[in-house]
């Protein structure tokens, strides 16, 4: 974001800050991390989250999002725990793990790290192959079944920014697929074998994550996974630029959207259907869950 | 659009042609402008917009989709008259009224051109100015209201492309503007005052209409206006790119729209407080239309 100089709104003073366009409020770079802060706790707030007392799993990836949420959260006073997925890919993995680590380790935030090899032995390259599927579309859907089994009932916090939420909208609105519409909220409550899923960074950009972790002196993953892919990435270019020619339009279509959801709302037949998978418990549409059919699909195909 | 050898899908030669990606279909260059027709008919058709014996008025600003529309509906034997609005904005202006008359007199087309400087004499600049509005959203609102004076309740086509089409929904849900999404149907029916306008090119895109022309031996208006700005284009942009990325996404986007529109409906205040404007009879929510307040206001600068 760039920086410029300007009367605070919160200090009164006159030095360099930003101007944050959709909250119309220009605020002093020493005020932005406590505005920061502020800002995910009326969020937290506002769409009833968890209370002080809950104890939290953050999904920490390594990036500047999932970063951020962990320390607002933490000097928040919440009761979180880390919870780091790895998926081996290279570099970009090993950088992740080391920088979860000090980060947790400076913050005394408990760490738990696990690799997708614990639950797959197969590296997702080959899976990937196998499936004809693209690498990220495979590690996501493993990403969602191990932290959800590792949560065991608790909250799971996750970094998903404005900019996300936005860019699934509008790729699911471009695509009509009104059942994701009618799912794309800032809590997912509950379900049975499901855990609670909250996005407290709802309502904030990946702009103020990337300025709060600089000015929190936060190191973070910056390179991006080499499978990155996808139409979700086109959409997130989209939403970017659509925010730099209006700003402050992302939060107002956002808003707007959450007003509206119900419209989208079509009791899906996935809805209905939804079982649990006969050999793990998570929930499927079917006898069993992708992640244990994809178990059996690898079997056969090493046992030829 | 990019032309490569192709099998064509109707008259099954092994020829130079085009890949439409949204109907999954290739079509020889040879082949293209009958497709062009037949796919505009079945849109006149699918929407009721006329029958064979209606009379229509096709609004012909000179541009590549204006033209198309014309020559579609001439050829396919439809009774048009062409109706040609100038508003005297400097070489764009004087070569569209060069093009459209060198095209009716060809196409042995009625045509009627009227200058907006015969409804208000003052030029759009210092219109502009005055009403600090860019010239470009003066220009629309004083065509809408010529063209709808001159149809005298016949049936007006436009040259809106899918392109267009999109472009306005898109704007208009991230600005969650719900009752101009409301509005947005390839056909708007005759109210009170306010002409049926439709729309034979609602489901073709852009890239047709450009190769239509070129393949018709049609001259057209490629130059931009100078005062050509705004939000607008700004999605127009955004659509291309999406359907450059996702190829036939947007006019599965827009199908999907129309079938979900009822949802955008809300019938808003200003639906339900439309009247005559008591100076000249268009449809308004206030006493006086937006025309006659504007020339009320140019008056009363006028005369200090």
């Keep these: 974001m760039q920086t410029k100089r300007v009367r605070c709104k ?66 928040l006073g919440y009761s979180i725990k880390a919870f780091h997925i790895n998926a081996d890919l290279g570099e970009v993995s090993k950088k992740s793990i080391e920088i979860v680590q000090n980060f947790c380790e400076i913050e005394k935030i408990p760490l738990k790290i696990v690799h997708l090899k614990e639950e797959i032995e197969i590296s997702l390259e080959e899976i990937s192959k196998i499936l004809k599927k693209p690498v990220c579309a495979v590690c996501g859907m493993l990403r969602r079944y191990i932290l959800n089994k590792q949560a065991d009932g608790k909250t799971i916090v996750t970094g998903h920014t404005l900019n996300d939420e936005v860019s699934f909208i509008l790729k ?11 799912r794309q909220s800032p809590v997912l409550q509950e379900k049975e074998g499901l855990s609670r899923k909250v996005k407290p960074l709802c309502l904030i950009t990946e702009e103020e994550t990337e300025l709060f972790c600089k000015l929190s002196n936060i190191t973070y993953v910056s390179e991006t996974c080499p499978y990155k892919s996808g139409v979700y990435e086109v959409f997130k270019k989209l939403v970017y630029e659509i925010n730099k020619e209006f700003p402050g339009s992302i939060i107002g279509f956002y808003k707007g959207f959450l007003k509206r959801m119900n419209k989208f709302y079509c009791q899906s037949s996935e809805e209905l259907l939804l079982q649990r998978c006969k050999n793990c418990g998570y929930l499927t549409t079917l006898e069993l869950c992708s992640v244990c059919r994809l178990k059996e699909k690898l079997l056969k195909y090493k046992n030829g």
Aim: aromatic share 10%; hydrophobic share 40%; glycine share 6%.
């Design 172 to 182: 699911n609105m471009i695509f009509w697929h009104d059942e994701l519409l009618a």
């Design 10 to 75: 919160i200090c009164g003073s006159l030095k360099e800050g930003v101007s944050l366009r959709h909250y119309n409020l220009r605020v002093c770079l020493d005020c932005f991390p406590h505005f920061f802060k502020k800002r995910v706790q009326e969020t937290v707030e506002k769409f009833k989250m968890f209370g002080p007392k809950d104890s939290l799993i953050v999904a920490l990836s390594g990036g500047k999002d999932s970063m951020s949420v962990t320390k607002a959260l933490k000097d």
